[in-house]
């Protein structure tokens, strides 16, 4: 069978990736408690825990290859910012892995891989050592 293109970013998206960059309302940030976590995927749900396993958040994500760009519903479901919905557009390859995301759902989600006021994005890489 034949995947399409959602089903095939999902399957990219399986494992585990490490932040690499992290900019808000229009400004690279400094680390934050997110910095040193590791973001595991697991069909459509996924874990933020600290290397000690301390998990900072829990929740799932729907993606749509069908537009240009690719977006993204993500939804907290434990830990920070529990129950909030994040419209986002997403970029994935084999290795790595982007999220530009509006504050909360009463936000538009970015148009394209820079933030603007409300919003902030993630960059990650995929994580082959021992996470």
Known sequence: MKL??????????QGTWEQVAHEANGTACAPDEFSDAVTKFDGN????????GTVLVKGTIRLDAT??????????IAG???????????TITDDS???????????????????????FLRRFVRTRSRH
């Open 80 to 90: 920070l910012d529990q129950g909030k919905v994040f419209p986002a557009i997403y």
């Open 67 to 76: 537009t240009i760009p690719r977006q993204a519903v993500l939804v907290r």
């Open 45 to 52: 749900e996924y874990t933020v825990a600290r290397p000690d």
């Open 4 to 13: 399409n293109n959602t089903d095939r970013d999902l399957a990219l998206l």
């Open 97 to 119: 892995l982007v999220l530009a995301a509006a504050n909360d759902r009463h936000g538009s989600a970015p148009t394209d891989f820079k933030t603007e006021i409300g919003q």
